[in-house]
Structure formats: structure tokens, C-alpha cells
């Protein structure tokens, strides 16, 4: 059964970091893409940055240079480092993964940005 649960989410002022983690279970962690997505209130979900089995990413433009997402196959863990917050990203980020043909979601966690 394919479970991803995030955490490391909180309340920072801006321009302040957080480290958000996400533990994987459940599938063949090392050889799957992972991603990273936000939802803030009456907006879509988007994506905010992806990673592959061999390390390549892709992010959201509006936090190339101040996101960050890496892997530890070992840990079955996938992390966005987040810092220069601001107040626009204040969303609650999910974990996402695609195995066999079905996306999967983790239960989320809140990133406030406020002053």
C-alpha cells in the first residue's frame, strides 16, 4: 500500500527557511519521480518542483532559486527546502507520486508565510 507522509510545515516570517520532508513507503521508492505540490485557499493545486529517479528536477517558476527538492533512496524520503519565503507561498504542500497509473497524495502539510 503506497504511503507518503509530509511534514516539517509551520509558520515563518518572510524571508525565512523550512525543511519539508516526505516519507515514501509502499513502492519501489529509488526508481520512481516524486513531487512536490501546493493548495492555497480557493486556488488550483499546482506543482511546485519534481524530482526523478536519476535526480533531475523541475520547478515552478516563481520559486526557481529559493526551493529546493532532493532525494535520500536509502531513507525512502524526498525534502523541499524552502527558503526567502514569502507570503504568497502560503499553501498547504502534498507529496505526489505515480504508480501504476494512479496518483497518490500524502495528507499534507501547512506552510504559513506571515509577518
Known amino acids: 500500500q503506497v504511503r507518503l507522509v509530509e511534514s516539517g510545515g509551520g509558520s515563518v516570517q518572510p524571508g525565512g527557511s523550512l525543511r519539508l520532508s516526505c516519507a515514501a513507503a509502499g513502492f519501489i521508492f529509488s526508481t520512481s519521480m516524486m513531487a512536490w505540490y501546493r493548495e492555497a485557499p480557493e486556488k488550483k493545486r499546482e506543482l511546485v518542483a519534481s524530482i526523478t529517479s536519476g535526480g533531475g528536477t523541475v520547478y515552478k517558476d516563481s520559486v526557481k532559486g529559493r526551493f529546493t527538492i532532493s532525494r535520500d533512496n536509502p531513507e525512502n524520503t524526498v525534502y523541499l527546502e524552502m527558503s526567502n519565503l514569502e507570503p504568497e507561498d502560503t499553501a498547504v504542500y502534498y507529496c505526489?507520486?505515480?504508480?501504476?497509473?494512479?496518483?497518490?497524495w500524502g495528507q499534507g502539510t501547512q506552510v504559513t508565510v506571515s509577518s
Open positions: 505526489n507520486t505515480w504508480q501504476g497509473g494512479r496518483g497518490y
